[in-house]
């Protein structure tokens, strides 16, 4: 399964930003999709998830500003960030977990790539 993003860039503090993930491979269903996200420096942290029945998980930090979203037909998942601010600042990754293949049997989570959101005056 390969997953790419995009919607990353450089925005004024208090702007929004919307992330899109793709994920393409032979797909019957994704359990899991989510965001997570890595400042320099830092380690890789949770951003927010949301399961295939529309449960979603939240990092305090973002709870309010930004609201994950997915589409499950296609398999894509979107990221809508609002009032950022400078701790927002990293690289953005996407990840699908609790894949199942097209011929019905569990596969690997993946990653994407990532996509840089700056947030700088």
């Known amino acids: 399964v390969q997953l790419v993003e995009s919607g990353g860039g450089l925005v004024q503090p208090g702007g929004s930003l919307r992330l899109s993930c793709a994920a393409s491979?032979?797909?019957?269903?994704?359990?899991?999709m989510g965001w997570y996200r890595q400042a320099p420096g830092k380690e890789r942290e949770l951003v927010a998830t949301?399961?295939?029945?529309?449960?979603?998980n939240y990092a305090g930090s973002v709870k309010g500003r930004f609201t994950i979203s997915r589409d499950n037909a296609e398999n894509t998942v979107h990221l809508q960030m609002n009032n950022l601010q400078h701790e927002d600042t990293a690289v953005y990754y996407c990840?699908?977990?609790?894949?199942?293949?097209?011929?019905?049997?569990?596969?690997?989570?993946?990653w994407g790539k990532g996509t840089q959101v700056t947030v700088s005056s």
């Open positions: 990840k699908a977990d609790a894949i199942i293949a097209a011929w019905g049997t569990p596969i690997p989570g993946s």
């Open positions: 949301m399961h295939l029945e529309g449960h979603t």
């Open positions: 491979g032979s797909i019957f269903s994704i359990g899991i």
